[in-house]
């Protein structure tokens, strides 16, 4: 990739309409975006979406924003938001969203990407924009969002009672008392009441029993 092309592409992540904007010098910038896969100077990250190749790139590409973009509306989520946060101890490499289209996957030349999906009630509120130091930003959700999230939506666990929710967050995910202790209860009960499942009132139930046996 030449010196010039590289500057006009403003991000490592870049859509079809921004490119065709960068590379508008050239008679055919479609052609010229094509000719760029084929020398591997781009990525297909999938349709209309690609990533500048890592020996062209001036900065860390940002999956994150490639979460976002893939496929929505969505927001990071579940596992990767709680890693996120440092509330489960694994790092969690593949970057899972939740979404209000049909549930999908993702496996792309730079990451793999997950996308859960949910009911509108429960999708409208709960996340922030996360600012990035190029002065872009990403959707992901809030600490008490991303729990709730994941437990309503991972159903490949039962959970049936107090018990079971205990082994799942204290001993499967591995979080610690002190940190689900410091959550915002009254986030919890409102996001928890989004869903309105016999799951999330599960979860509600052991958190207040576990903040009020920190008291």
């Not at 209309?48 to 979460?67: C, F, K, N, Q, W």
């Not at 990407?113 to 996340?127: D, I």
């Not at 990403?138 to 994941?150: G, I, S």
Request: with cysteine; hydrophobic share 40%.
């Amino acid at each position: 990739m030449d010196i010039r092309t590289r500057k006009a592409i403003p991000f490592e992540e870049v859509d079809t309409a921004t490119l065709r904007q960068a590379l508008s010098q050239y008679e055919s910038p479609d052609d010229k975006i094509r000719s760029m896969v084929r020398r591997g100077e781009l990525l297909r990250v999938r349709r209309g979406l690609y990533a500048v190749a890592p020996e062209y790139r001036h900065t860390l590409l940002s999956p994150e924003i490639l979460a976002n973009l893939i496929y929505g509306p969505s927001y990071l989520s579940l596992e990767y938001a709680l890693s996120w946060y440092g509330m489960i101890p694994e790092r969690v490499s593949e970057l899972t969203s939740v979404c209000l289209g049909r549930s999908r996957s993702f496996e792309t030349g730079v990451g793999n990407f997950s996308y859960c999906s949910t009911k509108k009630v429960a999708y409208v509120e709960g996340y922030d924009l996360i600012p990035l130091q190029d002065k872009r930003s990403f959707l992901m959700a809030v600490r008490e969002k991303a729990l709730v999230d994941l437990i309503e939506n991972r159903r490949n666990v039962p959970i049936r009672s107090r018990k079971d929710m205990k082994i799942r967050l204290l001993e499967d995910l591995r979080m610690e008392e002190t940190m689900l202790s410091e959550l915002n209860m009254e986030r919890i009960e409102y996001f928890a009441s989004l869903y309105g499942s016999a799951r999330t009132r599960l979860f509600l139930d052991f958190l207040m029993e576990l903040h009020e046996k920190r008291r």
